[in-house]
């Protein structure tokens, strides 16, 4: 089932209160309560299967997703930065006493961004002006979809690998652990994550068969193309 990104980014609610949208649409500030939020996954928790299993889902989202938001909540109930947005917060100046809350912001948000990269029947191939853009900045869409694999493979020890648009050409970038490239000038598409709780309980250390099952059947290449700043 293919959700509706718009349908998906309108959904979460918390009694009464109002929500702001951050720039990628997760709701990431609920005033009644002053706290980021985990937002709702866009398919049910076995929509990807059998290629990232219900198992996977429930501790990667379940756990660890829900784990960067609980931590970062409490972090921010210490610092001046409560009731900020969560891009506010990864952007904000990083000192010795917020470096743990950027990087479990930026993990949320990562994460946030992450399961937005995939859908159910994904891969294919990119239409309109994404297709363009891959064609003038890789030579095709394989050429891309390889640079990625590299990307993803060469990544030494947790991190990710994504897909951003630096003006008017695309690039394939690397970050490590919770960096992200929204704090680089750039515009995020897609990503995909590389920790191991993402792929372990599915391919234990074959991190290249999940990587090639996201590349070839999951990628939302319509979510990349919305991204995009033309």
Same mark, same amino acid.
């Given at each position: 089932?293919?959700?509706?990104?718009?349908?998906?980014?309108?959904?979460?609610?918390?009694?009464?209160?109002?929500?702001?949208?951050?720039?990628?649409?997760?709701?990431?500030?609920?005033? @009644?309560?002053?706290?980021?939020?985990?937002?709702?996954?866009?398919?049910? =928790?076995?929509?990807?299967?059998?290629?990232?299993?219900?198992?996977?889902?429930?501790?990667?989202?379940?756990?660890?997703?829900?784990?960067?938001?609980?931590?970062?909540?409490?972090?921010?109930?210490?610092?001046?930065?409560?009731?900020?947005?969560?891009?506010?917060?990864?952007?904000?100046?990083t000192g010795p006493d917020k470096v743990d809350i950027f990087h479990n912001a930026a993990?949320?948000?990562?994460?946030?961004?992450?399961?937005?990269?995939?859908?159910?029947?994904?891969?294919?191939?990119?239409? =309109?002006?994404?297709?363009?853009?891959?064609?003038?900045?890789?030579?095709?869409?394989? @050429?891309?979809?390889?640079?990625?694999?590299?990307?993803?493979?060469?990544?030494? =020890?947790?991190?990710?690998?994504?897909?951003?648009?630096? =003006?008017?050409?695309?690039?394939?970038?690397?970050?490590?652990?919770?960096?992200?490239?929204?704090?680089?000038?750039?515009?995020?598409?897609?990503?995909?994550?590389?920790?191991?709780?993402?792929?372990?309980?599915?391919?234990?250390?074959?991190?290249?068969?999940?990587?090639?099952?996201v590349l070839e059947h999951l990628v939302n290449w319509e979510f990349a193309a919305k991204?995009?700043?033309?």
């Amino acid at each position: 089932m293919q959700v509706n990104r718009r349908q998906f980014l309108s959904t979460l609610t918390a009694g009464s209160a109002a929500l702001v949208l951050g720039n990628i649409g997760f709701p990431d500030k609920v005033y @009644a309560t002053e706290s980021v939020i985990l937002p709702k996954l866009p398919y049910p =928790g076995d929509a990807l299967a059998p290629y990232i299993s219900a198992q996977t889902i429930s501790f990667h989202y379940g756990k660890h997703h829900q784990g960067y938001v609980d931590k970062l909540n409490k972090l921010l109930s210490q610092s001046d930065l409560v009731g900020a947005s969560l891009e506010t917060i990864i952007k904000a100046p990083t000192g010795p006493d917020k470096v743990d809350i950027f990087h479990n912001a930026a993990q949320v948000w990562n994460h946030n961004f992450y399961w937005l990269s995939l859908r159910p029947k994904g891969g294919g191939k990119p239409e =309109g002006e994404l297709a363009k853009l891959i064609e003038v900045s890789f030579g095709s869409v394989e @050429a891309l979809k390889e640079e990625l694999k590299k990307a993803a493979l060469t990544q030494f =020890g947790s991190g990710w690998a994504w897909l951003v648009q630096e =003006g008017e050409k695309l690039k394939v970038w690397q970050t490590d652990n919770a960096d992200t490239p929204l704090t680089k000038g750039v515009t995020p598409l897609l990503n995909i994550d590389v920790w191991e709780h993402a792929y372990y309980l599915d391919y234990q250390n074959q991190r290249v068969d999940y990587v090639n099952a996201v590349l070839e059947h999951l990628v939302n290449w319509e979510f990349a193309a919305k991204n995009l700043k033309i």
